[in-house]
């Protein structure tokens, strides 16, 4: 699980604001994923990505966007449009969109 | 649609003593269940899948597809146990992890 990073590890924006989290991964996995962790709610998959230049919306992808222009990369935009951005993030990525899912450290975004 | 239910949001026994945390899932084919693991200040990782039938740090799951169910016991539960638990079911149809809402086990001294 160390080849998955996120940054920063704590995020603060105001309203209004478009913010970037990133995700990156050694491990040469193709698949990538974000997720919104909030309590009593579990994980819930907001985009997924199987293969470079390719991404699909998950379940809660509205005020979200992303981007996969590098297969180690993986960056997601809380754009101002999300209504309750305040949440935990993390990313994971998987070789397959069948094989064992990895997990970043994950980012903690408050907006102010 | 697909759905993982845990309904226990905290579970807390003493240590020494049994310990079973509930899933229960809704999906109409052949799903593969997965159990994740949070321990405090760690990143999220993979305790068990049902496909391999392990052992992993004394857990184990059975997926009953009679009632639709992958619970995870452990005969003696230990305090290194006390974490956040998440059910996790994959339809193996190319599609994504559906997780449950989590529980939150706390073993005591």
């Known amino acids: 699980d160390g080849g998955i990073t996120q940054s920063p590890k704590y995020l603060f924006r105001k309203e209004g604001q478009n913010v970037t989290l990133s995700c990156e991964q050694n491990l040469n996995h193709d698949a990538m994923y974000w997720y919104r962790q909030d309590p009593g709610q579990g994980l819930r998959l907001i985009y997924y990505s199987q293969i470079v230049n390719d991404f699909q919306k998950g379940d809660i992808a509205e005020g979200y966007s992303v981007s996969r222009e590098k297969k180690e990369s993986f960056p997601l935009t809380v754009t101002s449009a999300q209504k309750n951005p305040t949440a935990f993030y993390l990313c994971a990525s998987s070789m397959g969109m069948t094989d064992t899912q990895y997990f970043g450290p994950g980012t903690r975004l408050t907006v102010l | 649609a697909q759905r993982v239910t845990q309904p226990e949001k905290l579970l807390s026994v003493f240590k020494g003593a049994p310990v079973e945390l509930k899933c229960n899932y809704s999906?109409?084919?052949?799903?593969?269940l997965f159990w994740y693991v949070q321990y405090s200040r760690q990143r999220l990782q993979l305790l068990l899948r049902?496909?391999s039938r392990e052992s992993i740090k004394g857990f184990t799951a059975d997926l009953n597809k009679g009632e639709t169910s992958f619970h995870l016991k452990k005969p003696f539960a230990q305090e290194e146990d006390s974490a956040m638990y998440y059910c996790a079911l994959n339809n193996n149809a190319g599609n994504m992890l559906t997780f449950g809402g989590g529980t939150r086990l706390m073993v005591k001294p």
């Open positions: 999906y109409s084919g052949s799903p593969e």
């Open positions: 049902h496909i």
